[in-house]
């Protein structure tokens, strides 16, 4: 029988908060949680593997609530929107979603959110554990002639993740949710709750999100989605580290480096041995030919690929395919060879289809 997480195991108070979804969450078992974004973000449910193979193979619900969305509105939205991101949101759609960067005064990356165009002028960017939200008000402090709101919207989204998340959304939404293309996103409800429903995902997989907009009733549209997933064997889980390294969901150069060049790259590397723990992120000193050149800063292992895989900045000359890498882990040195990334689906292919 599952059991609540023992709260007391973390750290509360005023600083931090439940997600709409808190309660639902406890009734499957979490066994931890950490924090993201202010939020009470559950870690896992089960063991990794299991985990990692009802993402393959099934299909997971994620509490992802901790993406907390800022939303950009009033009459200038779209202007002050396009001041936050290089990206050109002229070519974003009503109705569509695009991965972008928000960016600084010297191209630091303060965020890097997926954005929806909810109407011309109103804009929701679901964000990665930081303070954009802050950033944003900021910026407006520098155009104050600006009619713009800068909020967090009320709404909590969900992840529907896996191969099987196709079944359990035709089964909640009808025949017309296939029709919905890659990122974009149409208006449903879900146990007569009101949702935006997208086709995005952290994971590199066919997948969904659900942003429920009546954030009182997230209880009502986790347990819809779990009695509807059951026939599917849908998992609650957490957040799955190895699916974002294997598909090398990383930035691409800024175009002064581009056109400059670069005398380091990141590299994908494989390394011998026994399976990392679920590490992520990490500093290990790289070495080609007994020289330290470079470091490890993200590593873990596929349980899909049956391999350690990680990500390895080398000097451009070592960044070849083939290249032998010596790594110094907490565990001893490991053998790595460069390898092209991404690891797997290098046509991106997967969560389209």
């Known amino acids: 029988m599952t059991q609540p997480f023992d ?26 949680f950490t924090v993201y974004n202010h939020m009470y973000f559950p870690i896992r449910f089960d063991s990794f593997e299991a985990e990692f193979d009802a993402l393959l193979n099934g299909v ?4 992802v609530a901790v993406e907390r969305c800022l939303e950009i509105s009033g009459p200038d939205g779209f202007r002050f929107a396009q001041l936050l991101t290089p990206r050109d949101l002229s070519r974003c759609a009503v109705g569509q979603g695009k991965y972008v960067l928000i960016c600084d005064a010297d191209g630091g990356i303060i965020n890097d959110p997926v954005m929806t165009r909810m109407d011309e002028n109103t804009f929701w960017f679901a964000l990665a554990s930081s303070d954009a939200l802050l950033f944003a008000r900021g910026l407006k402090n520098a155009y104050p002639d600006l009619d713009v709101a800068i909020q967090e919207a009320d709404v909590a989204p969900l992840q529907v993740q896996g191969p ?4 359990l959304m035709v089964k909640l939404l009808g025949e017309d949710i296939l029709d919905l293309r890659y990122y974009f996103w149409t208006d449903a409800k879900i146990a007569g709750v009101p949702v935006v429903v997208t086709r995005t995902g952290w994971t590199s997989e066919i997948g969904y999100e659900v942003y429920t907009t009546d954030t009182a009733r997230g209880t009502d549209v986790y347990e819809a989605i779990m009695e509807a997933g059951r026939e599917f064997g849908i998992k609650p889980t957490g957040d799955l580290d190895t699916v974002s390294p294997e598909a090398s969901i ?21 390394l011998d041995g026994e399976p990392f723990p679920a590490l992520n992120a990490v500093k290990w000193p790289a070495s080609v030919d007994g020289q330290e050149v470079g470091k490890v800063t993200s590593a873990i292992y596929s349980p899909r690929l049956k391999q350690n895989i990680g990500y390895c900045w080398l000097p451009a000359g070592s960044s070849h395919e083939g290249q032998a890498v010596s790594v110094q882990t907490e565990w001893g040195t490991r053998a790595a060879t460069v390898t092209p990334m991404p690891f797997v689906d290098p046509s991106k292919q997967i969560p389209v289809s």
Do not use: C, F, H
């Not at 997971?60 to 509490?63: K, M, Q, V």
């Not at 691409?252 to 590299?267: M, P």
């Open 60 to 63: 997971t619900l994620w509490d």
């Open 164 to 167: 099987r998340s196709k079944d």
């Open 7 to 32: 709260m007391s195991l973390v750290q509360r108070g005023a600083r931090n908060r439940r997600t709409p979804y808190y309660e639902a969450t406890q009734r499957y078992g979490p066994a931890g």
């Open 250 to 270: 990383s930035i691409g150069a800024y175009r002064a480096l581009r056109d400059a060049g670069v005398d380091t790259k990141i590299n994908g590397v494989v």
